[in-house]
Structure formats: structure tokens, C-alpha cells
């Protein structure tokens, strides 16, 4: 780590302006927009039914797919007192993501649900602070900064095996947090996760803590006082906030750096030469603990789900590591097409569950996409997991088949088909970092062992904010066929 010197007092980058933690107001925004709509809402199920509402929350991908049938890809559903406009299939992904991104806001949307927690990061700004944000972080997952990382998921990952026994009893979805949290906090973050510090040692249950929020239902997130869900939340954010806001002032004293993202959202200016200031910096890191550690722990641990329930599959990765790989993959192995099997396995892992699952927008101006006409001002969604199980779309999509994404029958899957990532300038922008972590994680358990799941269990998915095993996934070790 380098130590530059501190730089001269700068002008701080202008970001969106605070938004409202009243949980009343999007619900009045909504009412208030579809009684000025001239254009109608699409056809779909408009009357207030409490039922519908708690639906979306425990079994979303059922409700989505049974008023596809009936409705085609472009539908409204009411949800208490809000229209929401739902867009499925390939060219209604297209639209919003890509053709007509413009159009739709994501602050805006109900993604601003996040905003108390991760505050003004990537997933939460639209816009000019949006494009400026993104061009900063970038440098950070170019394709050589990803590989050079590689050496920080391979220690880590080794070191939290070296507990793996045959016959141990674990739980997979936890382990896969802790590991990945330790893995982002070094490798994109430049922290360590064994300083001796009880607040950085104890992250992973402090976001459990704060993301086990959304869990609840509407009404029981909208109170407010103490022993609510929201009081909760608060303090677990409050205590993640102090150890970011520490190592920022920190580096800020010292004027140390590395090469991790912290760093460069330290030094970074705009064209006019204006800087973020500690704020901005938190809501950026908060945002990419989450996202970096969150979305690989579902996809991971979704990934041994299915292995388990396909042990030809497991069998089949592990020889293709044999023969493919002189021993343990390096970092640029892992990044090209060594392993076309282990890209088959994850490419269907994430059809059958993107983390990020749902993307919430709000449309600006009215619009027209697959001939149905939509009003502006209103609450639209794209959801990836409801799109990746059409059944016009997808051959028995509710298979685990990994061979439907060979090269071949990927290159000719039109756009906006499969969007695990979204699309546009809004993919995600840690795509290639998550995809290498995972890559690496898979390689080494499936090179030593089997994991078959704790008799009796039965998957159980809970949505919020991403998808994920409720009550996570109790395996059992065993050495490798």
C-alpha cells in the first residue's frame, strides 16, 4: 500500500438529493399518478386484494407466471394501493433495460427501498452521478484487476476449507457469507477481517441483521419505534457504518492506498475537478459489501443445491478439472473458457435463481412495448426469475439442464432472454469479480468433496432483497467420488 499526500480541500460532487423515509410517500405518489394517468394501465389484476400483496412477498414467481398466462408479458398488478406495471420475456426485458433505459428511473422506483440502508450507491442513483460513479469504480473490475485479485479468493477460500471434514455437518449458505464478505473486504476494499476489531469480525451477521428487514411485510416494515424491524435495522447499519467511516478517516489522515476501490473513490475528481466527499465514499463501499457478497452467496450456494440433487453433474466437473487443468486453476483460467461445463452449471444455476431477482423502475414518459401502451409516473418491474421460466420462452424451465447453455445454443437465445445481470449500462458492474469467486469456490470443493444435503430438507426460497434458501442449506460433507 502506497501513501500519497493528502489532497488540498476540494468541492464535493453534487449527488441526488435526500429522499424520504416515510413509508407513506411512495404510496400516495402512486395513487396520485394513476388518478392523472390519461393513458390506462395495462390489463392484469387491479382490485385491492391484501392477499396479492402477501403473495409477491412469499411466492412472487407463481403469482408472475400464472397472470402471464393470462395477461401476455405486459401486466398490471395492484399491490395495496399501487399499479404495478410487470414486464416479462425477451422483448420486454430489452426495452427497459436496454432500447428505452432512458425512460425509467430506478431511485424513483421501489429500489429506493434500499436507499435507509446502502444509501446513494450504484443501485440507487440514476443519471449523470450514476454515469460519473460507475466510470470511477470501473478501473476496478477491469478483466487484469479481477485476475490479479484471484490470489486473495484462493487464500481465503483454502483457509475456510481447512475445517472440511468428511462427515461435517454445515451450513453452506452461512459459510458462503462469511467467506465472501472476508473475500470483498480484502480484495475490493483493501480492509482486514481479522483486525482486532469485534465490529469487522461480526459483519456478516450485522447484514444478515439489517437485510433480514425486507423480509417482513410491508405494513411490518412501515412501523417505526423501538423493537420494530426497522429500529433493527437502523442499528445494525449504524455499527457497519462506524468501521467504514473509521477506515475512511483513516486513510484520509494517512493518506494511504492500494489498489482496491476505496482508493480510488478517495482520490477520485470530476472533469471539474470535484471530489466525493465521506458520505458518498459509505454509500458506494455499502453498496458493493453488499452486492459482492450477497449475490455470490445465493448463486453459490443454489449452485450445490442442484449439484447435490445431480450428482452426475458434480461427477462431471470434477473430471472436467482433471483433464482440463494441470492442478488448481490460476486466475486467468478461470477467466477465460477452460472449464465450459462449470460455465454450462453456473449459466443454469443463474437462469433458475438471479440473485437480484426483480429489478423495480418508475417510467418517466408513457411508453409502448409488445403493443400494450403504459402510462408515466408508473411503478414498472422486470423480473429475471419469472422471465428465465416462461414456458413459450424455455423448454421445461423448471429443469436444472445445464446443456441448454452450450456456446451454440447460447448465441442464438435472443436479447433479453436471459439477463441474470440485467443489461445496458446497468449490468452489474462486479459481474466478472462474482463470476471468478464463484468459478474459484466451485473448483476447490468439488475437487475434494460431495456435499449431499441433511435428510428431510426441503428447499424453501425467501425474496427479499435478493433470492435466497430460507433458513439456509444444512449439507453433509463427504470426500469426493
Known sequence: ???????????????????????????????????????????????????????????????????????????????????VVVLLGPEANHHLLVANAQNFSWREGSMGNLIPLLGDGLLTVDGEFHRMSRKIMLPVFHRERVVAAFDVIERETASALERWRPGVRLDLYHWTRRLSLRIAMRALFGLDPDAPDVLRADLATLFEEALSFYSHDLPVQMLRGPRTPWSRMRRAKERLDRVIYAEIARRRASGARGEDLMSLLLDATDESGASLDDRQIRD???????????????????????????????????????????????????????????????????????????????????????????????????????????????????????????PERKAEMPKGQYVPFGAGSRTCIGMRFGQIEIRAMVCAIVAAFDLELEPRYRLEIRQQPTIGPAGGLPVIVRPAA
Not at 2 to 29: E, F, H, I, W
Not at 286 to 311: I, K, N, Q, V, W
Open 284 to 406: 458506494e463501499v455499502m453498496t458493493l459489501l453488499f452486492a459482492g457478497h450477497d449475490t455470490t452467496t445465493s448463486t453459490l450456494t443454489f449452485l450445490f443445491y442442484e449439484l447435490a440433487r445431480h450428482p452426475e453433474w458434480a461427477r462431471r466437473l470434477r473430471l472436467e478439472q482433471r483433464e482440463r487443468l494441470a492442478g488448481a486453476p490460476s486466475g486467468a483460467e478461470l477467466m477465460g473458457e477452460s472449464l465450459p461445463l462449470l460455465e454450462q452449471v453456473l449459466d443454469e444455476t443463474l437462469r433458475r435463481y438471479p440473485p437480484a431477482w426483480v429489478g423495480p423502475r418508475r417510467s418517466i414518459e408513457p411508453f409502448e412495448v409488445c403493443g400494450v401502451h403504459v402510462p408515466g409516473g408508473a411503478p414498472v418491474v422486470y423480473c429475471s426469475w419469472a422471465s428465465h421460466h416462461l414456458p413459450d420462452v424455455w423448454e421445461d424451465p423448471f429443469a436444472f439442464r445445464p446443456e441448454r447453455f452450450t
Open 1 to 83: 500500500m502506497s501513501v500519497a499526500t493528502p489532497p488540498r480541500s476540494r468541492p464535493t460532487l453534487q449527488g441526488p438529493p435526500p429522499q424520504s423515509a416515510n413509508p407513506l410517500k411512495p404510496m400516495l405518489t402512486d395513487l396520485r399518478n394513476a388518478h392523472r394517468n390519461a393513458v390506462p394501465f395495462p390489463p392484469g389484476a387491479m382490485s385491492f386484494d391484501p392477499r396479492r400483496a402477501r403473495r409477491m412477498l412469499v411466492d412472487p414467481l407463481s403469482l408472475m407466471l400464472g397472470a402471464y398466462a393470462r395477461y401476455g408479458p405486459v401486466y398490471t398488478l395492484r399491490l395495496l394501493t399501487s399499479n
